[in-house]
């Protein structure tokens, strides 16, 4: 598969791709601006662009991580898994709802999913305390006014 291949393949890329952009081989670990850089290349395809208030969102999420890693890394990584898992039941609902003809855009979404489950284990294998219950809620307020608004700007 080769980057430009989202756009147009008919089938779905390795669960592992190792030609998609960031990622020079099998053998590089996962770095974040993979989901970034697929989602930027599918909107291309798609005719499509980000939300405006993606630059909001991020410097939100900074912020949010910083003051988790100022209290302690069990906090922190306890903040990582329950984004993760925030996260991968967001992309649940949207290949639930992608048309299942499009197997450029599902391929990268499922594979985005099984990266963000991996990420909550690994945070949850290093120590992540679980979050209270309205600290929970209150990621899953805020989560649904990013992705709402998102969807209008
Ligand atoms: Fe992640």
Do not use: I
């Amino acid at each position: 598969m080769t980057p430009s291949c989202a756009a147009t393949c008919s089938k779905p890329p390795a669960k592992k791709p190792t030609t998609w952009p960031g990622r020079s081989s099998g053998s590089t670990p996962w770095a974040p601006g993979d989901h970034l850089a697929w989602t930027q290349q599918r909107l291309d395809a798609l005719g499509a662009r980000p939300s405006l208030l993606n630059p909001l969102w991020f410097a939100g999420a900074f912020a949010l991580g910083l003051a988790a890693a100022k209290v302690s890394d069990r906090v922190s990584l306890g903040f990582v898994v329950e984004t993760e898992n925030q996260v991968a039941q967001h992309l649940q609902g949207h290949l639930a709802r992608l048309p299942a003809d499009d197997l450029a855009s599902r391929a990268v979404v499922s594979r985005m999913k099984d990266d963000e489950e991996r990420h909550a284990a690994s945070a949850r294998d290093a120590g992540a305390m679980a979050l209270p219950a309205p600290a929970r809620l209150m990621m899953k307020m805020a989560a649904k006014v990013m992705t709402t608004t998102a969807h209008y700007v």
